[in-house]
C-alpha cells in the first residue's frame, strides 16, 4: 500500500515538472509549488515504503510513520501558499496562518506519542489552530479576489473542496493514531487520497483565470486615475 502511495504522488510529480519547464521564466511559481508538495510528500512514501520513517510504539506495538510529521510541515505550507497565493492573501494573514498550521501539526505529533487520554489535549489543541484556518479559507479570503464573477466561483469550488479534504486529516488521526481503530495501512491510504486532491486542485486554467482579471481590474484602476 505504501509503495502504492509513493508511485501515486511519484508519477503526478513528473508530470507537474513537464508542464513546469513549459512555462516561461518567471512565471513557475505555483508550478513549482504543485510540483514540490508531490515531489516531497512521494519522498516520504518512499521512506516508508523501505521500512524507514517508522517507528514502533511502546505502549500498543503500532506503527506509527513520523516520516508524514517530517514531511507535513513542507507540503502543507506549499499548499497553503497555493491557495493564499490563489486568493491574494496578504502577508499578515499568510505569517498567521502558517503558523496555526505549523502548531497544528506539533500538536498532532505529540498527542500521537502519548498512551493515555491526555492525547485528546493535544488534539483539541491541533483542532483550535485548524478551524480558523477552514474559517479564514471558506470566508474571509473571498475580500481579496477580483470582483470579477469567474473567478469568484472558481475559487469558491476550491476553497470549498480543499476544506472538505483537508477536514479528513483529524478524523484519520482519531481513528488511526487516537483509538487504533483503522490499521497503519488503511491510515496510510486514508491520509494519502486527500492528498492527492488537493495536489490537483489548483489547475493552471483557474490560474490563468485569476491573473487574467487581477489584470482587467489593474487596468481598469489605471484608467480611473
Request: net charge negative; proline share 4%.
Amino acid at each position: 500500500l505504501l509503495w502504492l502511495a509513493f508511485f501515486a504522488l511519484a508519477l503526478p510529480s513528473g508530470y507537474f515538472a513537464s508542464e513546469m519547464f513549459k512555462q516561461d521564466d518567471g512565471k513557475r511559481y505555483f508550478h513549482m509549488i504543485t510540483f514540490g508538495v508531490t515531489a516531497i510528500a512521494s519522498l516520504a512514501y518512499l521512506a516508508m515504503a523501505t521500512g524507514n520513517g517508522v517507528y514502533v510504539r511502546p505502549f500498543d506495538g503500532r506503527e506509527f510513520f513520523y516520516a508524514r510529521y517530517i514531511d507535513r510541515p513542507f507540503t502543507t505550507h506549499l499548499q497553503r501558499h497555493d491557495i493564499l497565493g490563489f486568493a491574494g492573501a496578504s502577508q499578515d494573514t499568510v505569517s498567521w496562518m502558517l503558523g496555526a498550521d505549523l502548531l497544528m501539526i506539533i500538536a498532532g505529533l505529540i498527542g500521537a506519542f502519548l498512551d493515555g487520554n491526555e492525547k485528546y489535549y493535544f488534539w483539541f489543541f491541533g483542532m483550535a489552530m485548524f478551524i480558523p484556518i477552514l474559517y479564514m479559507l471558506v470566508t474571509g479570503l473571498k475580500a481579496n479576489l477580483p470582483a470579477d464573477p469567474a473567478v469568484q466561483a472558481v475559487y469558491g469550488r476550491i476553497a470549498m473542496l480543499t476544506a472538505v479534504t483537508w477536514s479528513c486529516y483529524p478524523v484519520v488521526w482519531l481513528a488511526a493514531e487516537g483509538t487504533g481503530n483503522i490499521s497503519a495501512d488503511s491510515e496510510a491510504i486514508c491520509y494519502t487520497i486527500p492528498r492527492m486532491v488537493d495536489d490537483m486542485i489548483g489547475t493552471e486554467e483557474s490560474r490563468g483565470l485569476v491573473a487574467d482579471a487581477r489584470r482587467a481590474e489593474s487596468t481598469r484602476r489605471a484608467d480611473m486615475l
